[in-house]
């Protein structure tokens, strides 16, 4: 598997703080770049729902038929939590070459924060 360079690792560690503090109602906003493919709610789009998203183990929606490359990315019992899903936010394709998703990633550290705490508890539900 390859990683991000170690400069995107070390910006990871310095913008966990941020992380924290996301606004869900703000990453309602964020979320409107992953709208047109995937939900909030228990339904599939192009690409899978995003509900409960947070602790899933990767690549587990029973429903959903996902890429080689996330399947494998998915092997050892990975699961989305908050670092993981914001190091793959930053560019999806870098941290699983191969992958379907053709979304070239959120390069605001604020952005990152707060889609994710809009998925942990998507504003407005």
């Given amino acids: 598997m390859k990683r991000l360079p170690a400069a995107a690792a070390v910006f990871l560690c310095l913008a966990a703080p941020a ?16 709208a047109p493919c995937h939900s909030t709610e228990p339904v599939n789009r192009v690409g899978p729902t995003l ?4 602790g899933r183990p ?3 929606v029973g429903d959903y038929r996902y890429s080689a490359a996330m399947t494998a990315f998915a092997e050892g019992g990975k699961m989305w ?5 914001a190091e793959y936010l930053m560019s999806p394709k870098a941290m699983v ?3 379907a998703m ?13 889609l994710i ?6 504003a407005g539900h």
């Fill in 19 to 34: 992380l924290a503090e996301g606004d869900a109602v703000a990453g309602k906003t964020v979320f409107k770049k992953c």
């Fill in 51 to 54: 509900a409960g998203i947070v």
């Fill in 58 to 60: 990767v690549a587990s």
């Fill in 81 to 85: 939590n908050e670092a993981l899903i």
């Fill in 97 to 99: 070459p191969g992958t």
């Fill in 102 to 114: 053709a979304f070239a990633g959120l390069r605001k550290i604020e952005d990152i924060a707060n």
């Fill in 117 to 122: 705490a809009y998925l942990k508890a998507p």
